[in-house]
């Protein structure tokens, strides 16, 4: 395993840990993020947030492992561009802005993702034991990695809106 290999499997973890975390988190209280999703402004707030919680989960595990990476990464990369149209990109570019704190993490997370579709997982990975690191990696990755894209913003079309704040009378 060579340096790069190295840097891959750390990319892979980097962004498996996390998303993993957000997915157990999400599905503790499948009913309170349920409430959050519908909050933002999803339609099907329970559905969407099953799939979110299991999607993340699934995601990390197969990053953190190597299996089929770019479309983990595409996964990766599909929840955070829903999370910065949703919520993310109202708030500026600064996580530390609250409440809505703004899209750093997800944009970090994204390129992370964006990089190891195109990279590949390296050589201590699932992909490179059967095979499918070098035949998923380069631009057959960045491919699934844009159809990832493409699946998100079908998710935000068929079951998101902005909310409409509500006016304060006085």
């Not at 989960?57 to 149209?85: E, K, S």
């Amino acid at each position: 395993m060579d340096n790069i290999d190295i840097a891959l499997l750390i990319l892979r973890f980097g962004a498996g840990i996390p998303i993993i975390a957000h997915g157990i988190n999400h599905g503790r209280s499948l009913e309170g993020t349920a409430n959050w999703f519908a909050k933002v402004g999803f339609k099907a707030p329970h559905l969407n947030a099953f799939i979110s919680s299991a999607m993340e989960i699934t995601v990390g595990l197969a990053l953190i492992a190597g299996l089929l990476t770019p479309v983990a990464a595409a996964g990766l990369a599909a929840t955070m561009f829903v999370a910065f149209w949703s919520i993310h990109r109202f708030a500026g570019y600064f996580v530390f802005h609250r409440p809505d704190e703004g899209y750093e993490y997800v944009a970090t997370l994204a390129v992370i993702a964006l990089a190891l579709a195109i990279m590949g997982p390296g050589s201590a990975s699932v992909d490179a034991a059967l095979g499918l690191d070098e035949t998923l990696s380069g631009a057959i990755g960045a491919g699934i990695f844009g159809a990832g894209i493409l699946a998100a913003v079908g998710q935000l079309a068929t079951f998101w809106r902005k909310p409409v704040k509500e006016e304060t009378k006085t």
